[in-house]
Each structure stands twice: as structure tokens, then as C-alpha cells.
């Protein structure tokens, strides 16, 4: 749901810069929504205005914990 997205940006950390990516600049935020479940959130960095680019669940195997990516 889209207010999930909106409490786990609010509650959000960045993980992840990419101020250089080819398509421009973004980043990885980590949030929870309130109700605990973690989300990741790509989204742009480069504009005045947000742009959510991408938003999933953080699981196994690419993923030990919501902030840990595996090795």
C-alpha cells in the first residue's frame, strides 16, 4: 500500500548513495512502516522532487537483515 511506503520513508535511513548512477542520482533508504515491516526504497536524489523508482521487500539471499546485504 502506498501509505506504507510514505511511513517507511518518514522512518527512513540511507543505506546506499549513488550519486553517480548512469540514469542519475539515487539512493537505497531503509524504513519501517508502523506496523514493523521493513521496506527499501530506491529513489531519486538528483530533482527537488522525490521520485520513487522502486520499492521491495528485503529477503533472503541477497539480504541477512533489512540493513546487511550479503557478501
Given at each position: 500500500?502506498?501509505y506504507?511506503?510514505?511511513?517507511?520513508?518518514?522512518?527512513?535511513?540511507?543505506?546506499?548513495n549513488?550519486?553517480?548512477?548512469?540514469?542519475?542520482?539515487?539512493c537505497?533508504?531503509n524504513?519501517?512502516?508502523?506496523?514493523g515491516?521493513?521496506?527499501?526504497?530506491?529513489?531519486?536524489?538528483?530533482?527537488?522532487?522525490?521520485?520513487?523508482?522502486?520499492v521491495?521487500?528485503?529477503?533472503?539471499?541477497?539480504?541477512?537483515?533489512?540493513?546487511?546485504?550479503?557478501?
Open positions: 500500500m502506498l506504507e511506503v510514505f511511513e517507511a520513508i518518514a522512518t527512513g535511513q540511507i543505506l546506499e549513488y550519486p553517480k548512477h548512469r540514469r542519475g542520482g539515487c537505497l533508504l524504513g519501517l512502516t508502523n506496523d515491516r521493513p521496506l527499501h526504497i530506491v529513489c531519486t536524489t538528483a530533482r527537488p522532487v522525490l521520485i520513487i523508482i522502486t521491495y521487500e528485503s529477503k533472503l539471499p541477497k539480504w541477512i537483515t533489512p540493513t546487511q546485504r550479503r557478501r
